[in-house]
């Protein structure tokens, strides 16, 4: 059996066999059902809900009073911000069980979700996309978009480092942006958005 190195404050549960990462700090009030899996590195703040069969990357930041439940899965370095909602049914009844229609919702690397932000399940929100605080988002979401709004639509692009990029007239449809902070570029194509890899 794998020993892991990582803190869990008293007042949480933990329940076995689940996989938490070396440098996983756990707050209090939180708990982590059976058979989650949560990565290296990742902060897990107060009254944080990771459910069985949940997939956590390394290096993740789940805010307080975020519940995670079972289909979601979250790659490396994805931020979750205080009280953002994740569903797993589409149409929910009290008096009906769904548990075998539950839907995957991924959200790729990098990713943020903002404050109190609401995530319809069944879509994948893509590496480094920022999703505003209080949008409800119900579809796809491409690599690098900003979304924002009820429903959440694109007003934007950001950099890995989390600045918004501009890539001039919206009638052209092959651009470049260059990020004002980091230096990286980006090239657009219609609605979807690109690192430029140069030669060194």
């Known amino acids: 059996m794998t020993t892991h190195t990582y803190f869990v404050h008293e007042s949480s549960y933990i329940d076995q066999p689940c996989d938490i990462g070396e440098g996983t700090k756990i707050w209090h009030f939180s708990h982590v059902m059976t058979g989650a899996v949560i990565g290296r590195g990742c902060n897990i703040g107060q009254n944080v809900l990771v459910s069985s069969g949940v997939q956590v990357g390394n290096n993740v930041k789940i805010q307080n009073n975020v519940a995670l439940y079972t289909g979601v899965a979250l790659e490396d370095d ?21 548990k075998s229609e539950y839907r995957a919702t991924v959200v790729r690397r990098g990713a943020t979700i903002g404050a109190n932000a609401t995530i ?44 918004a990029l501009s890539f001039g007239e919206a009638a052209v449809s092959l ?7 980091c230096g990286w570029r980006y090239q657009k194509d219609q609605s979807r958005v690109a690192e430029v890899h140069t030669d060194s």
Do not use: E, K
């Open 78 to 98: 994805v931020f979750c911000g205080p009280s953002c909602v994740f569903t797993n049914v589409i149409n929910p009844r009290s008096h009906i069980s769904r």
């Open 175 to 181: 651009s470049t942006a260059t990020c004002s902070s």
């Open 120 to 163: 319809i399940c069944g879509i994948t929100i893509g590496r480094y996309a920022f999703i505003g605080a209080g949008s409800v988002v119900t579809d796809d979401v491409p690599d690098y978009a900003l979304v924002v709004g009820v429903p959440g639509r694109i007003q934007g692009w950001m950099c890995h480092c989390g600045v």
